[in-house]
C-alpha cells in the first residue's frame, strides 16, 4: 500500500471513529448539560491517550511540541464545546456542515501555503468532498440562523485551528501531543462547569459521554497518524467526511431518515475519496 493510499485510509478511519464520537456527544449533551458531558469526554479521552502513551513507551515531547499542543487544545475545546451547543440546540442543519467545512478549509489554505498545492485530482476531489459535506450534514430541521451560524463558524475554527496545531506539535509523537491538548482543555471545562453550576451527566447518560470521549480519542489518533504518513490537507479533507458516520449511526440506531440530498452527498463522497486517494 503506498503512502497517499495509507494515509486515505488513516484519514477515512478517523472520520468514521469522530463521526462516532460527536453521535454519541450529540445524545449525551441532548440529555445532560453541554458542559457536563463535555468534561466526561474529555476526561475519558485523556485517560485513553495517556494510557496509549505509556504502553507504547513512546518519546515524551520537546517544550515546543508541548506549546503547540496545548495551544491545540484550547482551541479544540472551544471548537468541541461549540459544537455540542449547536448539535444540543437542534439545529444540527447549521452547524454539521458549515463546521466540518471551516474546519476542512483552514488546513487546506495552510497547507497550500507552507507546502504547496497538491495534485489537480485531488483538488477536485478536495471540491467534491466539501459538497459531500454540506449535502450529507443537510436535515430538514428548522433554523435558527444566527446563533447557529455563530456556533459553526466559532466550532468549525476551532477544529481547524486544532489541526493545524497539533500536527505542528507531533513530530515524531502521537500520543503525548494529544495528552498535552487535552490536559489543558479539562481545566478550561472544569472552570466553565463550575462557573455555570452546571450538573454532570446522570447515570443513565453517563456511559454515552464516556464512549463520545473514547471516540473523539481514537479519531484524534487516527488523524495524527494520517498527517504522519501524508499530507496535512488530504487527511483533514478526508477526516472531515466525519458527518457521513454520524448520519449513518442516526439512520441505524434512531431511525432517522436520510434525505434524497444526503444520499447524494454519500456518493459525492465516494468520488471525492477515490480522486484523493490516487
Known amino acids: 500500500m503506498n503512502g497517499v493510499l495509507f494515509a486515505s485510509v488513516l484519514g477515512l478511519t478517523s472520520a468514521l471513529v469522530w463521526g462516532a464520537g460527536d453521535f454519541l456527544g450529540g445524545l449525551s449533551s441532548r440529555r445532560a448539560s453541554v458542559l457536563g458531558a463535555l468534561l466526561v469526554n474529555e476526561a ?5 491517550l495517556l494510557t496509549c502513551a505509556i504502553l507504547f513507551q513512546e518519546p515524551f515531547p520537546s517544550n515546543v511540541q508541548i506549546g503547540w499542543s496545548i495551544a491545540a487544545g484550547i482551541v ?20 454539521a456542515p458549515v463546521s466540518a467545512v471551516v474546519a476542512a478549509l483552514l488546513p487546506a489554505v495552510y497547507s497550500a501555503f507552507t507546502i504547496g498545492l497538491p495534485a489537480s485530482h485531488q483538488q477536485s476531489g478536495f471540491l467534491l468532498a466539501l459538497a459531500a ?16 451560524l455563530g456556533l459553526a463558524l466559532c466550532a468549525g ?31 478550561i471545562v472544569l472552570g466553565a462547569l463550575l462557573w455555570r453550576r452546571a450538573p454532570l451527566p446522570s447515570k443513565p447518560v453517563l456511559p454515552l459521554a464516556l464512549a ?4 473523539d480519542a481514537g479519531g484524534n489518533i487516527f488523524f495524527l497518524l494520517a498527517t504522519q504518513f501524508g499530507r496535512l490537507d488530504v487527511a483533514t479533507i478526508l477526516s472531515s467526511l466525519y458527518p457521513a458516520s454520524t448520519v449513518i449511526l442516526s439512520r441505524i440506531f434512531l431511525h432517522e431518515k ?3 440530498l444526503q444520499q447524494l452527498g454519500v456518493v459525492l463522497a465516494l468520488a471525492a475519496i477515490a480522486l484523493i486517494a490516487l
Open 44 to 48: 475519558s479521552g485523556l485517560a485513553v
Open 258 to 260: 436520510i434525505s434524497r
Open 212 to 215: 463520545s470521549g473514547v471516540f
Open 76 to 95: 479544540g475545546v472551544i471548537g468541541l464545546g461549540a459544537l455540542y451547543a449547536g448539535l444540543a440546540s437542534a439545529r444540527a442543519s447549521i452547524v
Open 133 to 148: 459535506i454540506v449535502l450529507v450534514s443537510y436535515s430538514n430541521q428548522g433554523v435558527g440562523e444566527l446563533r447557529a
Open 157 to 187: 475554527i476551532g477544529f481547524g485551528l486544532f489541526f493545524i496545531f497539533i500536527h505542528q506539535g507531533s513530530a515524531g509523537s502521537t500520543f503525548y501531543p494529544l495528552v498535552f491538548s487535552r490536559g489543558v482543555s479539562i481545566p
